[in-house]
C-alpha cells in the first residue's frame, strides 16, 4: 500500500503497532480488535479505495480480514451502524 494517502492511519498509532495487521492467522479476538480501531480511523476511506485498487490478499485492512477468501464483502463494518460512518 502506498503510504502518503494513508498518513495519520489508526492502525500506525503506537498503542495499535502491536495488532496483528499484516498476519494470516490473526485469532478472531484479534480481528474484532483490529475492526474496532478502523472504526475510527480518519483515513478509513482511502484505505478501503487502495485495497480496492490494489492486488491485497493478505493482512486486515480497511477493517476487513484480506486474508480469509471465503468471507463475503461487507457494506459496513461492525460497530459502524451506531456511528454514522458508512465503509
Request: aromatic share 4%; hydrophobic share 40%; glycine share 6%.
Amino acid at each position: 500500500m502506498s503510504t502518503e494517502p494513508l498518513t495519520g492511519a489508526a492502525c500506525a498509532r503506537p498503542e495499535n503497532q502491536t495488532l496483528p495487521w499484516v498476519s494470516e492467522n490473526a485469532s478472531p479476538l484479534a480481528r474484532a480488535r483490529m475492526a474496532r480501531v478502523c472504526t475510527t480511523c480518519p483515513v478509513l476511506a482511502s484505505c478501503a479505495l487502495e485495497v480496492a485498487t490494489t492486488d491485497t490478499t493478505a493482512g486486515f485492512w480497511a477493517g476487513h480480514d484480506r486474508t480469509v477468501p471465503d468471507l463475503p464483502e461487507q457494506d459496513t463494518l461492525p460497530g459502524l451502524e451506531h456511528s454514522g460512518v458508512a465503509a
